[in-house]
Structures are given as C-alpha cells and as structure tokens.
C-alpha cells in the first residue's frame, strides 16, 4: 500500500471514531449534567458563560444556550480527538479500551477543573468542597466521557460502527 493511500485510510478511521466517540460523549455528558441538576438552559448557558462571561452569557438568551451547546460538542469531539491522536502511538489505550476509557475520564476531569476552568470566564463557586460530588463528577467522566470516546476510537480500528456494538449488545441480551 502506498503512503498516499494509507494516509487516507487513516483519515477514513479518525473521522467516524471522533465523531462517534466526541457525540456520544457529549450528549451523554450533557444528559448527565441535565439530570444531576436540571435547568439545561441555564447549564448550557453556564459552558457558554466560560467564553463570554457570565452576565452576557446569562442574560443572552436562546443564543446563549447555542453557543454553550455547540462549545460543550466542540470540547467532546477535541477530547476525542485527543483520545484517538494518542492511540496512534500509544495502541495499549485501544487494547484495553475500557479501562483506558475510565482513566481517559479522569484525566479529562482534571484537565477541565484544574486547566480550562480557572482560565475561563466561569464564574467561580464558592461552594464547599463535596466528596460526593466529586465521585459523582468522577463517574460521569469516566463513563460518559471516557468510556464512549475510547470504544469508539477502538471499533474504528476493528472496523465495526459503534452501531454494529450496540445492534450486538442488544441481541444478546
């Protein structure tokens, strides 16, 4: 196979395992958030208050809650990005996709807390610190972040569609 063609076989992988695994992630990441404190328009208008601040963000409206949602699915499909650029090199993290996936959450938790959100324009909590939730905030990263961008990432490299996975899953239970 010549350079030129397995370059392009490459790209035809990463795009599907990116956007499948930065989608799923995303809006399981975003259902999780809705369900742990309700008020999406609100949540998503708190992601967008991270760019433009939080009185613009808050009092913007429908525009807002755009610019949160297509933010929060930008910084997914970079995780998963990320997630599929370092596979290259490192193939362990496909081979034991869910173990990895759960680290990968972590790590992309910590990444946003300690990184993304002190420099954003997020208003900073003056909450207590909760142990509770951060296990919770824990979880839902490993889970709804880190495990669908490292499966996705995996089947591509198998070459089955995360929808193949599920049509397998839902046949044998």
Do not use: E
Not at 132 to 140: D, P
């Amino acid at each position: 196979m010549s350079t030129s063609a397995a370059t392009l076989q490459g790209r035809a992988k990463a795009l599907p395992a990116i956007l499948w695994g930065g989608l799923a992630a995303g809006v399981l990441d975003l259902s999780a958030a809705f369900l742990r404190w309700g008020k999406p328009i609100r949540i998503t208008q708190g992601i967008a208050s991270g760019l433009i601040g939080p009185q613009a963000a808050f009092q913007g409206g429908w525009g807002t809650v755009a610019l949160g949602t297509a933010l929060h699915f930008l910084i997914a499909l970079s995780a998963a990005a990320v997630f599929y650029a370092a596979s290259r090199k490192l193939t362990f993290l496909t081979r034991r996709a869910v173990l990895w996936g759960f680290l990968y959450g972590i790590a992309v938790y910590m990444f946003m807390s300690w990184i993304v959100l002190p420099l954003s324009a997020f208003p900073k909590s003056n909450a207590p610190f909760s142990m509770s939730g951060l296990v919770i905030s824990l979880l839902t990263h490993m889970f709804c972040v880190g495990l669908p961008i490292a499966l996705a990432v995996r089947k591509a490299d198998v070459g089955l569609r995360p929808s193949d996975l599920s049509r397998k899953i839902s046949a044998r239970i």
